[in-house]
């Protein structure tokens, strides 16, 4: 009896354990609801809620803070979601909507990955790729350095956009803040 | 002494009752079009890696072990399988757009580099899908490769 007793309490553990992982994450995203409002008030080019969340997360990353990331990155899925397509043109809506998908769910693998920052760095790398290829198309409706960081991935190297000439260095944080240089300017 | 015969007996009833939901296998049977071996080149080998080591939770096909029929063990699953067939699904890979099909390879390459996939909990179980220094290159390599291919198409 008392084994019984004992394999049907782990076993109820067990599940109630399991299942308590999925509550966690709808919790933390209302935060960034206040955000990206303010966000959205400045408003200039079509893509700006987009680029405002991507910015503040190349900020984020370049202070190591792998909590302001997943916030910024958390502000990029709503952005990506509340998204007006009509404000696009042909050419532009072929770009947004070749990104979209594939963007948005880097952006919330960035919300969803605070304490690992070297994981959320591997999607920004991506992430970075496919904001540049949209602004390209749409403006950016401010002015933007691509730049680019030879060292990170082991000497593969990796770019992004900075609004600052100025180099912030997201991929290598702190340890290396000033490594980079401006590819292209962006306008 | 009676109130833990009590409480034993009701975790014993529900441990009882809870046997009858049975989560829906995940076991389509269906010709998968989308299936990433009908949209491109994958090596015998690489499939041989693929169907031991990822399919069980990447793909719509799972061999089940013996506790899945044992509840909690197979909602554990379930909710394993659902997680990982919405991060990736390889009977799904031909549906998704060019670019999430270069960043879910760039994501296999990277997730064997740092060790977290196939996760520990699996190959605690399943012994042989625990890869060897060789499948991880292969897998890798050919990955490499797939990703690239895909670069050029855009």
Known sequence: MRTLILSAAISTLFFVACNSNGNKQETSSTTAENTEMKTNEIAKGPVQGILAGYLEMKNALAKDDDKGAADAGKEMVKAFDGFDKSTLNAE????????????????????????NIEHQREHFETLSQEVYDLVKVTGAGEKLYY???PMYNNNKGA?????????????LGKSMQTCGSVKEELN | MKRIKIIGLVLFI?????????PAPNQSKQVEKMA?????????KVQMILSVACYDCHSNNTRYPWYANIQPGGWWLASHIKEGKSELNFDEFGSYSNRRQQSKLKAIINSIDDDTMPLSSYTLIHKDAILSKEDKMSLKNWANTLKDSLALRN
């Open chain 1, 92 to 115: 532009q809506a072929k770009v947004f909507a070749d990104i979209q998908t594939d963007a948005r769910e880097h952006a919330e693998h960035i919300g969803s990955n605070a304490g």
């Open chain 1, 147 to 149: 730049t680019n960081c």
């Open chain 1, 159 to 171: 770019n992004w956009l900075s609004e600052t000439k100025e180099i912030h260095n997201p991929y």
């Open chain 2, 14 to 22: 529900v441990l009882i009752a809870i046997q009858f939901f049975q």
């Open chain 2, 36 to 44: 990433i071996t009908k949209i491109v080149q994958v090596p015998q």
